[in-house]
């Protein structure tokens, strides 16, 4: 409703007959558009938040999280030493091998994420995309292909088989694969926001939820798993 009153304050507002000069109303457009696209940004991250507090029947309630270390701390977990399956690019070359699907690794403790993993499922109901947990032996692989630190989990990211997105791009770049109402994508949303609103202005604001979203919402001891297997072909198996 925010977006679609934005839109209707430009056609209100902006009017040939107001601007004499075609320049003027190009750039009164253009200044409208670029807060449009920063609405569209920010509504994004307010319906992960917002997802919490809601009832979930259907796609996603069923790929809920069940248990990777339940009786063990945190520091148990992060002193204990981690199985190596293999190096980081024969990971790689195995996950996009056979599937050609990006992958979002997200943080497999952190509630906000866990409930933007539920909106995501709920929103791509032809799979176009596949989740693993940056704290798995997979996502950590990934990372580390990638040119990052198999434990930095400061950021989403998303892997493709040509390179990774991190931060607001990453989003961005899942918002264009994300369909909440048929025949009404999102992609258009995602590349207006990518052209109109500048990169570091995106990722301040990016920042601003990441560095505080165990504050926001909380987090858990374990990670997520499609533990009943419902979702088998979404999550990325540690055993690839």
């Known amino acids: 409703f925010l977006s679609l009153f934005c839109l209707h ?22 200044r409208e558009m670029k807060r449009f696209a920063f609405l569209q940004l920010l509504l994004w991250m307010i319906a992960s938040v917002a997802g919490a507090f809601q009832p979930r029947n259907g796609i996603a309630n069923s790929a809920t999280i069940k248990t990777s270390v339940p009786s063990a701390t945190q520091s148990e977990v992060d002193s204990s030493p ?5 190096g980081p690019q024969t990971v790689s070359s195995r996950v996009f091998q056979n599937d050609k699907r990006p992958v979002i690794l997200f943080d497999g403790v952190c509630n906000m994420c866990n409930e933007a993993v539920n909106l995501a499922l709920d929103w791509d109901p032809a799979g ?5 947990a940056l704290q798995s032996e997979v996502g950590r692989a990934l990372l580390q292909a990638n040119g990052r630190k198999a434990d930095d989990i400061s950021s989403i990211v998303l892997v493709t088989e040509n390179g990774a997105y991190i931060k607001s791009d990453a989003i961005l770049k899942i918002t264009e694969e994300l369909n909440p109402v048929p025949f ?25 939820v990441a560095d505080n979203r165990y504050s926001i919402m909380g987090k858990r001891n374990e990670c997520r798993l499609d533990s009943d297997g419902e979702f088998e072909d979404r999550f990325v198996p540690d055993d690839i």
């Open 128 to 132: 176009k995309l596949r989740f693993s």
């Open 9 to 30: 304050n430009i056609y209100e507002t902006h009017t040939f007959r107001e601007f004499p000069s075609l320049l003027t109303y190009s750039r009164n457009i253009s």
């Open 82 to 86: 981690r199985r190596q399956i293999c």
């Open 184 to 208: 009404l994508p999102l992609r258009p949303v995602a590349t207006m926001g990518q052209i109109l609103v500048p990169k570091i202005l995106r990722d301040i604001i990016y920042d601003g």
